[in-house]
């Protein structure tokens, strides 16, 4: 079992951070950066910007937690500790993990507005690769939050966070067609691989 906890995993692309924010692949290099940066200005179908609203935690999570949300996939399983104000999630990986459905848990709920399908939103979230359990992705190790429009991310994170309460706390297991069915070789994600997000809602606005 491996489990991805922030500070002790490194980004397996750094040049193609906040991949989930676009529908088109990073296989130019024009729009990267250096670690921890957000490379998302020049991507054509994004438009997502560094949030200011607040910080996303960078510490890990307390060890011996009990999980908010376990599931059994086609292959592994994952057991999910949704962030809270002061750390960061916790996934737990069986591995290789992988669904045939793309499927959303959610672990606390908020008490906000209910987000709309083509809301920008502004979230914190960590992406983790369940074939190897590796995170490839992660706003929380940046420690800064990412705004950006529903319809222009991935299928499966915009099917985790439309119709939630802002305020939420939820984890989608996102197969393959859901979100990059060639593979991002950046993020070291293969055709096939079953992608992992814990994601908390911050605010959305339509």
Do not use: H
């Given at each position: 079992?491996i489990?991805s ?10 040049t193609c ?5 676009s529908?088109?692949?990073?296989g130019?290099?024009s729009g990267?950066t250096?670690a921890?940066q ?7 179908t994004?438009s997502a ?9 960078m510490?890990?999570p ?8 376990t599931?059994d996939?086609?292959?592994?399983s994952?057991?999910?500790?949704g962030?809270?104000d ?6 737990e990986?069986s591995t290789?993990f992988?669904?045939?459905?793309t499927q959303?848990?959610?672990?606390q709920?908020g008490?906000g507005?209910v ?6 939103v502004?979230?914190c979230?960590?992406?983790?690769n ?5 995170v490839?992705?992660?706003?929380y190790?940046r ?7 529903l319809?222009?991310?991935?299928p499966g994170f915009q099917?985790?966070i439309?119709?939630?309460?802002v305020?939420s706390?939820v984890?989608v297991a996102?197969?393959?067609?859901d979100?990059?069915?060639?593979g991002?070789p950046r ?6 691989d079953?992608l992992?997000?814990a994601?908390?809602i911050?605010?959305?606005s339509?």
């Amino acid at each position: 079992m491996i489990s991805s906890r922030i500070p002790a995993v490194a980004i397996a692309s750094a040049t193609c951070a906040t991949l989930v924010l676009s529908l088109t692949a990073c296989g130019s290099d024009s729009g990267t950066t250096s670690a921890g940066q957000s490379v998302v200005t020049d991507m054509a179908t994004s438009s997502a910007t560094a949030a200011p609203l607040t910080a996303c935690p960078m510490s890990a999570p307390e060890k011996g937690g009990s999980p908010e949300w376990t599931l059994d996939g086609t292959t592994g399983s994952i057991s999910v500790i949704g962030s809270t104000d002061t750390a960061a999630p916790d996934v737990e990986v069986s591995t290789p993990f992988s669904v045939t459905e793309t499927q959303v848990g959610t672990l606390q709920a908020g008490d906000g507005p209910v987000v709309a399908d083509d809301a920008t939103v502004s979230v914190c979230y960590m992406g983790v690769n369940g074939r190897d359990g590796s995170v490839f992705d992660s706003s929380y190790q940046r420690g800064a939050p990412v705004e950006f429009p529903l319809d222009g991310v991935v299928p499966g994170f915009q099917k985790a966070i439309a119709g939630q309460n802002v305020g939420s706390t939820v984890a989608v297991a996102v197969t393959s067609a859901d979100g990059y069915p060639q593979g991002q070789p950046r993020a070291g994600i293969e055709p096939g691989d079953t992608l992992v997000f814990a994601i908390k809602i911050l605010d959305a606005s339509s």
